[in-house]
């Protein structure tokens, strides 16, 4: 059975660009904020004009991986790249956003006050589906192979590594792209309402893992307590959901980790684990 390495991860948070950006103690550094937000990017192209800035992060951290690696958008571009794509809650900004849109604001007469808010639903609704963002990181970057879409926490996002280590097994994919994004500004009302749920602060990131053919086979577990990985992610970065185990991975490779990587997650009861030996 063919094996898998992870070849590179591109990271970007709401303390800088990359690992090295990341404070020793995420909980001191925050001072108190509960959310670290991440500003939204800057890309050309008129096609990013009206996109949410989910959507805008996603395409930065693909083209963050590929600007590490030196690799060109064609070497991922076509049916031999899957895309595998989770988030716990980035499409929520855009729901509060429709939401808000919606109901409008009143302003000027009755005609013009509709206008506005039928205008604000056109523009926001096609994004509350959470397919949007894989679909925007698709279409930018050419992907035309396997994909998936998996929502929750960092549970999910084992589940995804997991998802594409079991593509590139099968030969469905010569590479596998694993993107999670993860927004909280938007709203932070929501998340201070149900803080039981969540822990701070909440850091915005975006992470893309790189994964092809390789000598380490990966073996899904359900493990009982956090791996060490898992729990340097939660100190150092902070609370990113989603984010967090491709986090870990990319802590493990900056730290040069020799032998078998464990990374593990947890969200709402369900707790899941991967290990490459």
């Given at each position: 059975m063919t094996g898998t390495t992870v070849e590179r991860v591109a990271v970007l948070t709401g303390w800088g660009e990359g690992i090295s950006a990341l404070p020793a103690d995420a909980a001191r550094a925050?001072?108190?904020?509960?959310?670290?937000?991440?500003p939204r990017p800057d890309l050309a192209g008129d096609r990013f004009r009206r996109a949410t800035r989910e959507c805008l992060l996603g395409v930065a951290a693909v083209d963050a991986l590929l600007r590490e690696g030196g690799m060109p958008r064609d070497a991922i571009r076509g049916t031999s790249?899957?895309?595998?794509?989770?988030?716990?809650?980035?499409?929520?900004?855009s729901n509060a956003a429709f939401i808000a849109g919606s109901?409008?604001?009143p302003a000027g007469d009755a005609r013009e006050t509709r206008h506005a808010q039928a205008w604000a639903g056109a523009l926001h609704f096609p994004y509350?589906?959470?397919?949007?963002?894989?679909?925007?990181?698709?279409?930018?970057?050419?992907?035309?192979?396997q994909y998936g879409i998996l929502i929750g926490g960092a549970v999910a996002a084992i589940d995804a590594l997991w998802q594409a280590t079991r593509l590139l097994a099968a030969g469905r994919c010569t590479r596998a792209l694993?993107?999670?994004?993860?927004?909280?500004?938007e709203c932070e009302g929501l998340y201070a309402r149900g803080r039981w749920l969540v822990r701070r602060p909440l850091v915005e990131a975006a992470a893309c893992a790189l994964l092809v053919p390789g000598a380490q086979s990966a073996q899904y577990n359900v493990p009982r307590a956090p791996a060490a990985l898992e729990t340097?992610?939660?100190?150092?970065?902070?609370?990113?959901?989603?984010?967090?185990?491709?986090?870990?991975?990319?802590?493990a490779r900056d730290g040069g980790t020799i032998g078998?990587?464990?990374?593990?997650?947890?969200?709402?009861?369900?707790?899941?684990?991967?290990?490459?030996?």
């Open positions: 925050a001072a108190g904020r509960p959310v670290i937000p991440i790249t899957a895309l595998v794509y989770v988030t716990g809650g980035a499409y929520g900004a109901s409008g604001a509350t589906a959470p397919s949007a963002m894989a679909g925007e990181v698709a279409i930018e970057f050419g992907l035309t192979g694993v993107l999670a994004v993860e927004t909280f500004q340097l992610a939660l100190a150092r970065a902070g609370e990113t959901l989603a984010c967090a185990p491709l986090i870990a991975l990319a802590l078998p990587i464990s990374v593990t997650g947890e969200w709402r009861g369900r707790r899941a684990g991967l290990q490459w030996r």
